[in-house]
């Protein structure tokens, strides 16, 4: 049974920092690219990074504009998302999930957790 569980969500105010984790199960982990979504209320779920499955490339969407790093750790199936100089605009449940650089499809996705920016 595959599994990815997200987890670090919390409440942080403007300008703070959060790093999210995903631990996988029940997968090759290293032969998936691993990327992160994220969903607002009433809002599409949209893309947010990626990373290879070596981890040495990582492919973000244009507002993230350097305030994000994913990475990940392929001997614990673990990815991360770093959050830093968070907004408001940021809150929303952040998803990961396993599929492949420069496709649509996704094979497996998380339960996602829940970030809230306050101002």
């Known amino acids: 049974q595959v599994q990815l569980v997200e987890s670090g969500g919390g409440l942080v105010q403007a300008g703070g920092s959060l790093t999210l984790s995903c631990a996988a199960s029940?997968?090759?982990?290293?032969?998936?690219?691993m990327k992160w979504f994220r969903q607002a209320p009433g809002k599409d779920r949209e893309f947010v990074g990626a990373?290879?499955?070596?981890?040495?490339?990582?492919y973000y969407a244009d507002f993230v504009n350097g305030r994000f790093t994913v990475s990940r750790d392929n001997s614990e199936n673990t990815v991360y998302l770093q959050l830093r100089s968070l907004e408001p605009d940021d809150t929303a449940v952040y998803y990961c999930?396993?599929?492949?650089?420069?496709?649509?499809?996704?094979?497996?996705w998380g339960q996602g957790t829940q970030v809230t920016v306050s101002s």
């Open positions: 999930a396993a599929g492949y650089i420069g496709e649509v499809r996704i094979d497996y």
């Open positions: 029940g997968l090759a982990f290293s032969t998936y690219a």
């Open positions: 990373i290879s499955r070596s981890g040495d490339t990582s």
